[in-house]
């Protein structure tokens, strides 16, 4: 083993779950090396986005004032889209400050946080591919790159939702189309005095909505939309086989999300900016890889931690990557690298938000991949319905036209399919309280 | 706006070699080629003629979502090399 490459510990991918790995053991004093194959962090990530303020503030306590932000987040909109009506509900308040979200663009904000990193002691490797693990019988010793070979007692796969790597060591199987989203996002320029007058927010103000329904009724997809400081994110996540069974070309689809009478005034006259896309781990807690092996840990999108129904990712990246430097900064003291040591990294997880939301949550998908139709589909439309009923004056007695809305649930549907819906809310319900 | 409008948006470094590899014998028998389909950056197309999988890898958003689709599990999906392939301002 050549002495000069080895090192403390190996992160592979400098994202935000890397990144808070190796400023938490740099900052415990052990030496560590992140390997980027991006130009710089932040240049081959996208997300809706924002990043969560409690969270992000455990590990840059004072990032609200030196890091590169959007806007805070004051206002969530749940938009529920029919073919050409929407039923919107608003949650807005200043208050939230520390349990609130920011808004970033990634090439700024991880860029940032990559040089907080650089500045406690890591050291960088920029546009390298790690092309594999190094193996001493079933243990992980080191990474072989394009250009050569890195030795550490400890590797903490960092590298996404495709960790080739997590897989080439049987950590986890391969992803099926139903356990991940395709997500597109354009990024729309817009003048900052139209953002604030078109979303009712001021200069250093957010708003988010949170889409449902609209093209993809019927499909386990949802849409955001994101305030940025002169543009606005609008995209979609839409599980893979939903595009692949129903042939969907997945920017057709964001066209015409664009293009619903809702949001389209929104986003009117802006100027595209950028187009991306990216993948979003949603196979949720029964579908998490092995999150340790000897001389080995996995954080964030490569470990699937992602919590879609609340729209968060960065959080549990975060959380998760700063649980296994912390992991490994008790190994280094012990100097035991073995899976029964690094075994307190999943203790650590199953303590934490992270993996008691996941599991909290372990049903979600099944239930939303077999009632997409009913959930995703009937019921939003029944809401607009309603208020369409609500709303219309047309000398009607109010009286007959309720009597009519909640006879008409019962003749669009069986009871055996109301019976389901019930059995499945309740089974969801159950899932969180018991 | 048509997807090239879209794609004329994203920086990228074109390497001379593609990191998207199909075998094509596997391909011939696929019958959905659901790849030409779900890919954001419409790289792949079927040239039905040359009865051949045409891969425009320069436009790669590298999301891996045709890795995962692949019927045939026939695609030998790398991630460009380390200078090359996309960088996002926006993301």
Same mark, same amino acid.
């Given at each position: 083993?050549?002495?000069?490459?080895?090192?403390?510990?190996?992160?592979?991918?400098?994202?935000?779950?890397?990144?808070?790995?190796?400023?938490?053991?740099?900052?415990?004093?052990?030496?560590?090396?992140?390997?980027?194959?991006?130009?710089?962090?932040?240049?081959?990530?996208?997300?809706?986005?924002?990043?969560?303020?409690?969270?992000?503030?455990?590990?840059?306590?004072?990032?609200?004032?030196?890091?590169?932000?959007?806007?805070?987040?004051?206002?969530?909109?749940?938009?529920?889209?029919?073919?050409?009506e929407s039923t919107v509900v608003s949650y807005k308040s200043k208050k939230s400050e520390e349990y609130g979200s920011y808004t970033v663009i990634r090439s700024k904000f991880d860029r940032w946080m990559a040089e907080e990193a650089k500045k406690a002691g890591v050291y960088i490797v920029e546009e390298t591919v790690v092309k594999e693990l190094l193996l001493d019988g079933k243990k992980v010793v080191g990474v072989k790159t394009?250009?050569?070979?890195?030795?550490?007692?400890?590797?903490?796969?960092?590298?996404?939702?495709?960790?080739?790597?997590?897989?080439?060591?049987?950590?986890?199987?391969?992803?099926?189309?139903?356990?991940?989203?395709?997500?597109?996002?354009?990024?729309?320029?817009?003048?900052?005095?139209?953002?604030?007058?078109? #979303?009712?927010?001021?200069?250093? &103000?957010?708003?988010?909505? $949170? !889409?449902?329904?609209?093209? %993809? *009724?019927?499909? @386990?997809?949802?849409?955001?939309?994101?305030?940025?400081?002169?543009?606005?994110?609008?995209? #979609?996540?839409?599980?893979?086989? &939903?595009?692949?069974?129903? $042939? !969907?070309?997945?920017?057709? %689809? *964001?066209?015409? @999300?664009?293009?619903?009478?809702?949001?389209?005034?929104?986003?009117?006259?802006?100027?595209?900016?950028?187009?991306?896309?990216?993948?979003?781990?949603?196979?949720?807690?029964?579908?998490?890889?092995? *999150?340790?092996?000897?001389?080995?840990?996995?954080?964030?999108?490569?470990?699937?931690?992602?919590?879609?129904?609340?729209?968060?990712?960065?959080?549990?990246?975060?959380?998760?990557?700063?649980?296994?430097?912390?992991?490994?900064?008790?190994?280094?003291?012990?100097?035991?690298?073995?899976?029964?040591?690094?075994?307190?990294?999943?203790?650590?997880?199953?303590?934490?938000?992270?993996?008691?939301?996941?599991?909290?949550?372990?049903?979600?998908?099944?239930?939303?991949?077999?009632?997409?139709?009913?959930?995703?589909?009937?019921?939003?439309?029944?809401?607009?319905?309603?208020?369409?009923?609500?709303?219309?004056?047309?000398?009607?007695?109010?009286?007959?036209?309720?009597?009519?809305?909640?006879?008409?649930?019962?003749?669009?549907?069986?009871?055996?399919?109301?019976?389901?819906?019930?059995?499945?809310?309740?089974?969801?319900?159950?899932?969180?309280?018991? | 706006?048509?997807?090239?409008?879209?794609?004329?948006?994203?920086?990228?470094?074109?390497?001379?070699?593609?990191?998207?590899?199909?075998?094509?014998?596997?391909?011939?028998?696929?019958?959905?080629?659901?790849?030409?389909i779900v890919c954001p950056a419409n790289v792949y197309s079927w040239d039905k003629e040359n009865k051949k999988l045409i891969v425009n890898y320069e436009n790669c958003l590298e999301c891996g979502a045709c890795r995962i689709a692949c019927e045939k599990k026939c695609l030998k999906w790398e991630y460009p090399r380390g200078t090359k392939g996309v960088t996002f301002k926006q993301g």
């Amino acid at each position: 083993m050549n002495s000069e490459n080895k090192t403390d510990v190996i992160v592979v991918g400098g994202g935000p779950a890397g990144i808070a790995a190796a400023i938490t053991v740099a900052r415990g004093g052990g030496k560590v090396v992140m390997i980027e194959r991006g130009k710089f962090s932040g240049s081959k990530n996208m997300f809706g986005g924002a990043i969560y303020t409690q969270p992000t503030k455990e590990i840059f306590p004072d990032f609200v004032k030196t890091a590169p932000l959007e806007r805070r987040n004051i206002e969530h909109k749940y938009a529920i889209l029919a073919e050409d009506e929407s039923t919107v509900v608003s949650y807005k308040s200043k208050k939230s400050e520390e349990y609130g979200s920011y808004t970033v663009i990634r090439s700024k904000f991880d860029r940032w946080m990559a040089e907080e990193a650089k500045k406690a002691g890591v050291y960088i490797v920029e546009e390298t591919v790690v092309k594999e693990l190094l193996l001493d019988g079933k243990k992980v010793v080191g990474v072989k790159t394009e250009l050569e070979d890195y030795y550490a007692d400890v590797v903490v796969l960092a590298d996404g939702v495709n960790s080739l790597l997590a897989k080439s060591i049987g950590l986890r199987e391969d992803i099926q189309t139903k356990d991940v989203a395709l997500s597109v996002k354009e990024v729309i320029k817009l003048d900052r005095e139209k953002i604030n007058d078109r #979303f009712n927010i001021s200069d250093d &103000e957010g708003c988010i909505y $949170e !889409i449902f329904g609209g093209p %993809m *009724l019927g499909m @386990l997809g949802l849409g955001f939309m994101y305030t940025n400081k002169d543009s606005v994110s609008i995209g #979609f996540g839409l599980t893979l086989n &939903e595009l692949v069974e129903k $042939e !969907i070309k997945p920017y057709e %689809m *964001l066209d015409k @999300l664009k293009a619903h009478p809702t949001i389209a005034p929104l986003i009117k006259d802006g100027e595209l900016l950028e187009y991306s896309a990216h993948l979003i781990p949603e196979g949720g807690y029964k579908k998490l890889p092995r *999150l340790y092996s000897d001389g080995v840990l996995v954080v964030g999108d490569a470990a699937m931690l992602v919590n879609n129904l609340h729209w968060e990712g960065t959080n549990l990246a975060m959380t998760s990557g700063k649980l296994a430097g912390e992991t490994i900064l008790i190994a280094l003291k012990e100097k035991d690298f073995s899976a029964s040591m690094l075994s307190r990294y999943q203790k650590k997880l199953e303590n934490s938000f992270v993996l008691k939301d996941l599991k909290t949550y372990k049903d979600l998908m099944d239930v939303m991949h077999d009632r997409k139709e009913d959930f995703l589909e009937y019921y939003l439309k029944k809401i607009n319905s309603f208020f369409a009923m609500f709303v219309s004056v047309d000398s009607i007695p109010k009286r007959k036209k309720y009597i009519d809305f909640i006879k008409s649930i019962f003749t669009d549907r069986k009871f055996a399919e109301l019976g389901k819906d019930a059995y499945n809310i309740i089974k969801l319900l159950w899932g969180i309280f018991k | 706006m048509s997807i090239d409008d879209k794609l004329s948006t994203v920086k990228y470094t074109s390497d001379i070699y593609s990191h998207l590899n199909p075998d094509n014998k596997e391909c011939l028998k696929c019958l959905s080629k659901c790849c030409t389909i779900v890919c954001p950056a419409n790289v792949y197309s079927w040239d039905k003629e040359n009865k051949k999988l045409i891969v425009n890898y320069e436009n790669c958003l590298e999301c891996g979502a045709c890795r995962i689709a692949c019927e045939k599990k026939c695609l030998k999906w790398e991630y460009p090399r380390g200078t090359k392939g996309v960088t996002f301002k926006q993301g």
